[in-house]
């Protein structure tokens, strides 16, 4: 089978979340099951020379973007077995950030057509173009009103995944003309419209062939009113064809037993290189070197969506129960400048790096006894995964994939992973830490929590299997049908 990826960002090129993550590590575990998987993406200018000096010019030709003609380059590099394709264009990929601009319906309207319109200009006729979140929400749409006749695109199918159901690519109504050259009044207009707009990813969701999201929790979640996004109606109407398939992590990048960014390498029985890292950690932080004081890491986007106004609720008891504190990350200036507060205040306890350094996040990985995330909600969730990897023991809410990844931490029977709460409540969160730092106190049954979690397997071998399955099921469909 052959399947395109058409993502926005895509690991080791340019990131700005998990959906990076998926595109780099996934496409790779898919190929080892035998498939051609090959990877589509902006060629930003925030990739690094040294990919760029890789790729290879392969085809140039010209989008109609509404009623303009727009240039498009398409760039090869073939990079650890995949063969990813970069789609050129400076003045819509030539900019200090992937997203957030003035004119990011027009940059994405552009982006989605060059995909369609590429795959006859390279010679790369997919069975399953893999769309991912909003910015590619409008290929399965243009696929079935405008590309379905012309020869190569007719068996094509389409899969669409929700990543983060929250950013939905809404944009004003008169981009139809002005970015697709659609009239409105020969088009299907109500598998885009959304509330006097237009949501690229409404089209998605009603025009792609099979829809999954990166959690089964998720996948029934956001089919609520509370998680729905007011898409909920939209998703109940597709859940024949929705699919709940769980993230994995990239288990070559995230291995403490070869991991070179981290200060000793070490596996489930290794006690005594576990803890080098913490205290490292704690001395390359400027706390005071203790493998008896509990170390509690955050790594994440400073958000609510991250659950960091229960943690600024209860932000003095948790200092009162004597842990340590590590907060990682960068967002919204609030959470930023609180942080940065209590980093003053309680100067021996928590410390805070606003910002994000890859080689930084693994040794927090790697030096924390706990991984605390309490999220309001969370489609999927990698930074536990990689906690658990890590042998660092997450604290978490129970919604979407940390419901699907975390179960509590029962000491009598020694069952479960982490330990979680409920209720989107400070205090329950609080009640949570407290039971998990009592059994930190016992080094025997703590070290064989940290020795259970690290063999846990949450790579990419079993969700990789549930794709394929999808992909073959879809080109089987297809295979009939052209029959």
């Not at 190929?31 to 990739?47: E, T």
Request: overall charge negative.
């Amino acid at each position: 089978m052959k399947i395109l990826f058409a993502v926005s960002e895509c690991v080791p090129f340019v990131k700005s979340g998990g959906l990076a993550d998926v595109a780099g590590s996934l496409p790779k575990e898919l190929n080892s099951l035998g498939m051609d998987v090959r990877v589509i993406l902006p060629k930003y200018q925030l990739i690094p020379d040294e990919y760029k000096k890789k790729m290879k010019k392969i085809a140039e030709f010209i989008v109609p973007v509404g009623w303009r003609n727009q240039y498009c380059g398409i760039d090869m590099l073939e990079l650890d077995g995949v063969t990813y394709y970069f789609i050129d264009n400076e003045y819509y990929f030539k900019r200090r950030q992937m997203y957030g601009d003035f004119d990011e319906g027009e940059q994405f309207a552009y982006f989605n057509r060059a995909i369609l319109e590429s795959i006859s200009e390279i010679d790369f006729y997919p069975d399953v173009i893999h769309c991912h979140d909003w910015h590619t929400g409008m290929v399965p749409f243009l696929l079935q009103e405008q590309y379905r006749e012309r020869d190569g695109y007719n068996t094509i199918q389409t899969v669409f995944t929700i990543h983060n159901l929250q950013f939905q690519g809404i944009f004003p109504y008169d981009i139809l003309g002005d970015l697709f050259g659609l009239n409105a009044q020969e088009c299907r207009t109500e598998l885009l419209e959304f509330y006097g707009n237009v949501s690229f990813m409404k089209a998605a969701l009603l025009t792609a062939d099979k829809i999954t999201t990166v959690s089964p929790t998720y996948m029934n979640e956001i089919q609520t009113v509370y998680f729905g996004e007011k898409m909920d109606g939209v998703l109940r109407s597709r859940e024949a064809d929705l699919v709940g398939i769980l993230n994995g992590i990239d288990y070559e990048m995230y291995n403490p037993k070869t991991d070179t960014l981290i200060a000793s390498q070490y596996d489930g029985t290794d006690t005594e290189a576990h803890l080098l890292n913490k205290l490292e950690l704690q001395k390359q932080f400027g706390l005071p070197q203790d493998k008896e004081i509990p170390l509690i890491a955050m790594v994440t986007r400073l958000t609510k969506q991250k659950g960091l106004e229960l943690v600024r609720g209860v932000f003095h008891e948790i200092m009162d129960t004597g842990a340590q504190l590590i907060v990682l990350g960068t967002g919204e200036r609030e959470f930023e400048y609180f942080f940065s507060q209590m980093s003053i205040q309680y100067y021996n306890q928590c410390k805070v790096f606003i910002g994000f350094d890859e080689g930084l996040a693994h040794r927090v990985y790697a030096g924390s006894d706990f991984f605390l995330m309490p999220s309001k909600f969370e489609p999927c969730g990698l930074s536990q995964l990689i906690a658990l990897r890590y042998g660092s023991i997450p604290i978490v809410r129970e919604t979407g994939g940390l419901n699907d990844t975390v179960k509590s931490y029962n000491g009598e029977v020694g069952t479960g992973n982490g330990f979680t709460f409920t209720n989107f409540n400070a205090h329950d969160m609080l009640y949570t830490i407290e039971r998990a730092l009592e059994y930190f106190k016992d080094p025997k049954q703590w070290n064989q929590l940290v020795e259970h979690v690290m063999q846990l397997d949450f790579s990419w071998a079993q969700s990789a299997k549930i794709y394929q399955q999808l992909y073959a099921d879809l080109t089987k469909e297809s295979v009939y049908v052209c029959q």
